[in-house]
């Protein structure tokens, strides 16, 4: 499994139900993402989060700003395993 990188942001959701709808959605788009557990650091509401490359922010948001489906928050990752809560 590949390590995220400070280029990588993790997407948190309300649910499993909103993680999976998100995922679909992101895939149809073309925008590169994976589901991975969600950081200890981050939450524990939901298992699932998914993982895009920063670089694609705004792409992930038009997609899926089209079918209202914006997550509960967004995170960069920083040194050593910290996270950074950004806008989405």
Same mark, same amino acid.
């Given at each position: 499994?590949s #390590? %995220?990188?400070? $280029? $990588?942001m993790?997407l +948190? =959701? #309300?649910?499993?139900?909103?993680?999976?709808?998100? $995922?679909?959605?992101? /895939?149809k788009?073309?925008?590169?993402m994976r589901? +991975? *557990?969600? %950081?200890?650091?981050?939450?524990s509401?939901? !298992?699932?989060?998914? #993982? +895009? *490359?920063? !670089? &694609?922010?705004?792409?992930a948001?038009?997609? &899926?700003?089209?079918?209202k &489906?914006? %997550? /509960?928050?967004?995170? #960069? &990752?920083l040194?050593? !395993?910290?996270? $950074?809560?950004? %806008? =989405?």
């Open positions: 499994m #390590r %995220p990188s400070s $280029e $990588e993790v +948190i =959701f #309300r649910g499993t139900h909103q993680v999976m709808s998100a $995922e679909k959605h992101l /895939k788009g073309g925008v590169a589901l +991975i *557990p969600v %950081p200890r650091r981050l939450t509401d939901c !298992g699932l989060a998914i #993982r +895009i *490359p920063a !670089g &694609l922010q705004a792409k948001r038009k997609v &899926l700003s089209a079918v &489906l914006l %997550p /509960k928050s967004a995170h #960069r &990752l040194n050593q !395993g910290e996270y $950074e809560t950004v %806008p =989405f």
